[in-house]
C-alpha cells in the first residue's frame, strides 16, 4: 500500500530551466508534507516542507505547491543547477510534522549542463 | 556538529547469516529512527526510539530484526537470520526531542547485501 507516490523514477533537464517533480498521496490524514535530496552513499537531507494549510511554500530557488483537494504536492526549481543532480524524495506525515514519515519511491534528476 | 555515524558502511554476508549494524547519534538528540531503503523505493520505518523506550515498531519484523538503544544513545539493529529480500540499505536518523520531524538528520547508511 504505497501511501506517498512518486511516478516519475527520472527527470533530465536543462540548466538553468525549471526542474518540476511531482508527487501523489492517497491518505488524507497527512497534514505535512516534506521534500528530501539524497546523493549517492549520502543520507537524505531536508530540502522544504509544506503544511496543510497553506498551498506554497518558497526557500530561495526551491518551491513547494500543495493541492489539496488533488493529493497533489510539486516542487520547482529554479533555475537547475548541475549540483541540484540527485535523487528527491517525498515524504508526508501526521500531527503537523510531528509524528512518523511516510516516504515516496524518489525520483532522479539529471541536470544537463 | 558531527553528523549521524554508521558502521559498518558496506556488508555483505550469506542467507542465514547473522549481521548487526551500529548507529551514533548526534549529541544529545532523544529520538533515534532506523529505516530500510531497497533500491528502487523510499525509506521505510522500522522502528522509533525516544531515549531508550520505543515509541514504534510497527513495521519491524521482530521474528528476524530486533534493535536496542541502551542508555539512550548508541543504537544497535541486528537481523537474524538474514534473508535474500533483507537486502537494502539501512538508515539510522536523530533529531531532537522538540522539534518536527524534519529535524531529523540521516547518518550516511549500511549497504547490505545478502547473497
Known amino acids: 500500500d504505497q501511501q506517498v507516490k512518486q511516478n516519475s523514477p527520472s527527470l533530465s533537464v536543462q540548466e538553468g530551466r525549471i526542474s518540476i517533480l511531482n508527487c501523489d498521496y492517497t491518505n488524507s490524514m497527512f497534514d505535512y508534507f516534506l521534500w528530501y535530496k539524497k546523493y549517492p552513499a549520502e543520507g537524505p537531507t531536508f530540502l522544504i516542507s509544506?503544511?496543510?494549510?497553506?498551498d506554497k511554500n518558497e526557500d530561495g530557488r526551491f518551491t513547494v505547491f500543495l493541492n489539496k483537494s488533488a493529493k497533489h504536492l510539486s516542487l520547482h526549481i529554479v533555475p537547475s543547477q548541475p549540483g541540484d543532480s540527485a535523487v528527491y524524495f517525498c515524504a508526508a506525515c501526521y500531527n503537523f510534522g510531528n509524528e512518523k514519515l511516510t516516504f515516496g519511491t524518489g525520483t532522479r534528476l539529471t541536470i544537463i549542463p | 556538529e558531527a553528523g549521524v555515524a554508521q558502521s559498518p558502511r558496506y556488508k555483505i554476508i550469506e542467507k542465514r547469516q547473522s549481521v548487526a549494524f551500529w548507529c551514533n547519534p548526534i549529541?544529545?538528540?532523544?529520538?533515534l529512527y532506523w529505516y530500510q531503503q531497497i533500491l528502487g523505493q523510499g525509506p521505510k520505518l522500522l522502528i522509533q526510539f525516544q531515549n531508550n523506550g520505543v515509541v514504534d515498531d510497527s513495521q519491524l519484523p521482530k521474528d528476524r530484526f530486533s534493535a536496542e538503544r541502551l542508555k539512550g544513545v548508541d543504537s544497535t539493529l541486528k537481523i537474524q537470520p538474514a534473508k535474500l529480500e533483507d537486502s537494502a540499505v539501512y538508515l539510522c536518523?536523530?533529531?531532537?526531542?522538540?522539534?518536527?520531524?524534519?529535524?531529523?538528520?540521516f547518518g550516511p547508511g549500511t549497504r547490505l547485501l545478502v547473497l
Open positions: 549529541s544529545g538528540h532523544a529520538t
Open positions: 536518523a536523530s533529531r531532537p526531542k522538540q522539534g518536527r520531524e524534519e529535524t531529523q538528520y
Open positions: 509544506i503544511s496543510s494549510i497553506k
